[in-house]
């Protein structure tokens, strides 16, 4: 039996099939995604500091990510919301994070002893499985309905694929190549700086960002 959302899903099944044949609207401009980081600057502050992520690294990352939002974005959460033809799972908020990244990006904080599952709204007891779809659910729902905590875990990933990219977490110790590297694994499981790791190394220094230069590879 068919529920109540179910046609609508269909309509908006349709509507997506029109939009990708079209050149699709973004959600945020440029000029709307910098107030929103200015309105935001506390939440980034607060992660920055707590979390030990440039604070430059978050507003360029976020800049990229929310620019790139479009109208696409809403139909693949509203499908991930309902379970719409078996999806449970999308990229969601400004920082557009996964479910299962999140919730990698939590376990390894609370790993490291810098974060509670109890600071996201999570239960504690337990470590969260990826690959439990009750609990990408879970931390799925924490990134869609709480924007602060979605920036948060944003830092707390950043940290992981510094970690993964380089080797260390500390930002501090990073160089220009390895920024690029992390911030490609934020977008992408590759090994090799793309374009998107470029562009957002490139915010991050519009953003007041400095990295470390090391001397006879030291």
């Not at 030990?52 to 974005?73: N, S």
Request: glycine fraction near 10%; charged fraction near 25%; hydrophobic fraction near 45%.
């Amino acid at each position: 039996m068919k529920t109540e959302r179910e046609p609508l899903l269909f309509k908006l099944q349709g509507v997506s099939d029109i939009i990708v044949c079209m050149n699709i609207p973004k959600l945020y401009s440029p000029q709307r995604t910098e107030k929103l980081i200015n309105k935001h600057a506390d939440w980034i502050g607060e992660a920055a500091s707590r979390f030990h992520v440039p604070a430059a690294a978050l507003k360029a990352v976020l800049y990229r990510e929310m620019t790139g939002i479009d109208l696409l974005d809403p139909l693949a959460d509203l499908a991930a919301m309902t379970g719409f033809k078996g999806k449970h799972d999308s990229s969601v908020g400004y920082a557009q994070i996964f479910g299962y990244v999140g919730i990698n990006a939590v376990n390894f904080a609370v790993s490291q002893g810098i974060a509670g599952y109890a600071d996201f709204g999570l239960p504690e007891g337990r470590v969260l499985d990826p690959g439990r779809l009750e609990d990408v659910k879970l931390l799925w729902r924490v990134l869609l309905r709480d924007r602060k905590k979605n920036i948060g875990i944003m830092a707390l990933n950043l940290r992981l694929c510094a970690q993964e990219m380089t080797g260390t977490a500390d930002f501090d110790r990073l160089t220009a190549e390895e920024l690029k590297l992390t911030f490609t694994r934020y977008n992408a499981d590759v090994k090799k700086v793309t374009a998107y790791g470029e562009e957002v190394f490139g915010l991050f220094l519009r953003f007041g960002g400095q990295c470390a230069v090391r001397e006879n590879g030291s």
